[in-house]
């Protein structure tokens, strides 16, 4: 679907110079002299590059509609991911460079979101918090539980963060997986 560049919202999914890019900010700038401009600060879907452009007000560019499909995660074969279709129960494979960093919170069973664009996956979501049990965790130092200092833990995923003095090992914790970080302890 054409837009026009002043319908660009942060979030948003376009095709420019024939790939896809997400949308991170826009900024519409009238400069004193010469005509009104959306400059647009996009980040590449499949390779992750940045690109800022500038589009005049009469310029159109192509909006992107994504599908959101509910997958299964199976199993890790190496370097492919397995999911499950939850509705069709047909199963794809994906490669691991395609989650990232978050791909260490997969574990099997969990559901996850696909992002289609045209039947082709291009990004895979996981929930925002997954809740682990932390294996390895440095002793309480008396005194220290008063102050709001962290410790080195171990996951049971391998994972190491940082918690709060007062969490020790056996403690089942709820970790945000975008950025492998401690929310709080489980309840």
């Known amino acids: 679907m054409k837009i026009g560049t002043n319908e660009i919202r942060v979030g948003n999914v376009i095709e420019h110079m024939s790939k896809l890019w997400i949308v991170l900010k826009t900024q519409h700038v009238q400069p004193g ?5 959306m400059q647009v ?15 005049r007000s009469a310029d159109v560019v192509e909006k992107v509609f994504l599908e959101e499909v509910a997958y ?3 199993y890790s074969d190496g370097n492919l991911l397995h999911f499950m279709d939850q509705n069709t129960f047909e199963q794809i494979q994906l490669s691991s460079d395609l989650i990232g960093e978050s ?19 291009i990004s895979v979501s ?3 918090t ?22 080195p833990a171990i996951l049971s995923n391998g994972v190491k963060i940082m918690v709060p ?4 090992s ?3 914790v709820v970790v945000n997986t975008a950025d492998a970080s401690y929310v709080e302890r489980a309840k």
């Open 72 to 74: 299964q995660f199976l």
């Open 165 to 168: 003095q007062h969490i020790e």
């Open 41 to 55: 600060e996009m980040k590449g879907l499949k390779d992750g590059s940045k690109l800022n452009e500038r589009f």
């Open 170 to 172: 056996g403690a089942k």
């Open 103 to 121: 791909g260490q919170f997969l574990f099997e069973g969990m559901e996850v979101n696909i992002c289609l664009y045209e039947g082709d996956p």
């Open 33 to 37: 002299k010469g005509g009104a401009f």
């Open 126 to 128: 996981l929930p925002s």
């Open 130 to 151: 997954v809740v682990l049990e932390i294996v390895e965790a440095e002793p309480v130092v008396k005194g220290q539980t008063a102050t709001s200092s962290y410790k």
